[in-house]
Every structure is written in structure tokens, then in C-alpha cells.
């Protein structure tokens, strides 16, 4: 082949190449040791001095903020939202866990369906299904997914293990950042270093690590890219002592309910 014939013929392959393998946007991470407020439950205006905000993904992301979009991705949603416990039973029964009677399995704490992640084909049908979600967090202008519930096979009555919900996470974690989407590993610190550097998260959310003793994998995985939200003052406490300054970590009601609500707490470490 002539040099002139080669050289069209292998930019016409890096072309194709190029067409067919597009790459993937850059994500933004939140900003290490920012002030935060985790807002699932209620919404309402932060503080000025926060910096990153949480909230669930039927809600409206906070303006100059840093936002990350809720999505319980191993449960259900609460009512009435696509995803719910009802919508998952009338449009997609069998990606339902069932218990011994052949009833959806519940997780009684949150009252909430546990989706059946055990084999590929499910994997692949329940992402199928949640990256309409994933993509209405962009659309709604959040940089990134808080994913919940990575501990559900310890509800799931053997149906499926933390193998399957690497692999399921692992996939859920590609789409994300294929839409320029950060994702946060909410809890789950028995995957030790396997949440950043095998299934891909980002960073992570922590509830109660203090109190649990269990803040030392976040640690280890993602340096200083752990938001901590602990529910007692104690704990609250003496991780800030621990930690205050190098982590972002708050206190929070545990309903997390709104500002001006008589239970309302709010607090963070303040250095943070």
C-alpha cells in the first residue's frame, strides 16, 4: 500500500474508532472538607457557608451549591414517586425479592421493597429502569448520586450477596459518569477499598461511622472525600475532635426534618 493510501487508511480507522467510542465528560467532586447539609427528608434554604447539599431526586437541586441527588438504588422509593413499592408490584413484580410466602420482602426499618439484583438479566432490567433516574439527576442540574442501601443483601434472605451488588454497583457507577455524574458510596464500609477502586464511587457519605465505630475504610478508600453525618452529640463530638477540619462532618436529626420544625439539629464541626 502506498504511504499516502496507508496513512488515509488508518485515520479513517481512528475516526471510526473515535465515532463508536465516544469518551466519557469529566465529573466534578465535591470540594474537600466543604460544609454540608444532608436534605433527604425536608427541604428547605441552607445555610449560606454550605457548600455541598443532598437531596432526594424528586426535588429541586439548591442554586451554587455543589448538589447531589439521592436515589435509593437497592429499595424502593417512597410514595408516590416512580419506583415506590406499589409501582415496582404493578409494573415489575418479579424484580422483587420475595419472602417465604411469596410476598415482597421488607426491609421493616424503612418499610421499603427490596430489589432483586441476584442474576445478570435482573442487573441489567433494574438499571435498565433506574437510568431514566439517573439521567432526570443531570437533566435537574445535580453533579452527583448519592446511591443507598449497598448493605440490602443483609435483608435479602439469602436472594443475593455483596458479590452481586459490586457487579450491579459497578454497572450503575459506569452510567453515572458516562453522564458526567459523580457518585457517592452512602455507607457500606464492609466493601473496604473495593467501593473506589473496583465498583468506581467517587467519594462517600457516612451515617453514624462515628458511633459504629466503622469511619476507618471511608478513610482509607477516599482520604478526604468523606461527607459524616452523625445523629448523636456524642459521636458528633468527638468526631469532630477526631476529625474537625479535615473532614466535612455534621449533626443532624435523625427524621431529618425540616429548618424551624421543633426537632430540627443542625451542626457542624466548626472548623468545617
Excluded at 469529566?26 to 466543604?34: F, N, Q, R, Y
Excluded at 457557608?49 to 426535588?59: F, S
Excluded at 435483608?155 to 457507577?173: H, I, P, Q, S, Y
Excluded at 469511619?215 to 477526631?242: H, L, N, R, W
Amino acid at each position: 500500500m502506498k504511504p499516502v493510501a496507508a496513512l488515509a487508511a488508518l485515520l479513517l480507522l481512528v475516526a471510526s474508532c473515535s465515532a463508536s467510542e465516544p469518551e466519557t465528560p469529566p465529573v466534578e467532586l465535591p470540594p474537600s472538607g466543604a460544609k454540608f447539609d444532608y436534605q433527604v427528608g425536608a427541604v428547605y434554604q441552607p445555610e449560606a457557608k454550605v457548600k455541598v447539599v443532598v437531596r432526594d431526586r424528586g426535588q429541586f437541586p439548591v442554586g451554587d451549591r455543589y448538589n447531589v441527588c439521592y436515589l435509593n438504588a437497592l429499595q424502593t422509593q417512597p410514595d408516590p414517586m416512580d419506583g415506590s413499592l406499589s409501582w415496582w408490584k404493578k409494573n415489575h413484580l418479579d424484580l422483587l425479592v420475595k419472602d417465604p410466602d411469596g410476598e415482597p420482602a421488607i426491609d421493616p426499618e424503612w418499610d421499603e421493597g427490596i430489589l432483586d439484583i441476584s442474576t445478570p438479566d435482573k442487573r441489567g432490567r433494574i438499571l435498565d429502569i433506574q437510568k431514566k433516574w439517573i439521567e432526570g439527576c443531570k437533566i435537574s442540574r445535580f453533579q452527583a448520586i448519592e446511591a443507598d442501601n449497598l448493605d440490602s443483601h443483609t435483608r435479602a434472605g439469602g436472594a443475593f450477596d455483596l458479590n452481586a451488588t459490586k457487579e450491579f454497583m459497578k454497572a450503575f457507577v459506569r452510567h453515572a459518569h458516562e453522564k458526567g455524574l459523580a457518585v457517592a458510596q452512602k455507607n457500606g464500609h464492609e466493601l473496604g477499598d473495593s467501593g473506589k477502586k473496583y465498583i468506581g464511587f467517587d467519594f462517600a457519605i457516612a451515617e453514624d461511622c462515628q458511633a459504629n465505630g466503622e469511619c476507618g475504610p471511608y478513610a482509607e478508600a477516599f482520604s478526604e472525600k468523606v461527607f459524616e453525618i452523625e445523629y448523636t452529640d456524642e459521636a458528633f463530638q468527638k468526631s469532630c475532635s477526631d476529625r474537625g477540619g479535615k473532614r466535612s462532618v455534621i449533626l443532624r436529626d435523625r427524621n431529618l426534618v425540616s429548618y424551624g420544625h421543633p426537632d430540627y439539629v443542625y451542626e457542624a464541626c466548626p472548623s468545617a
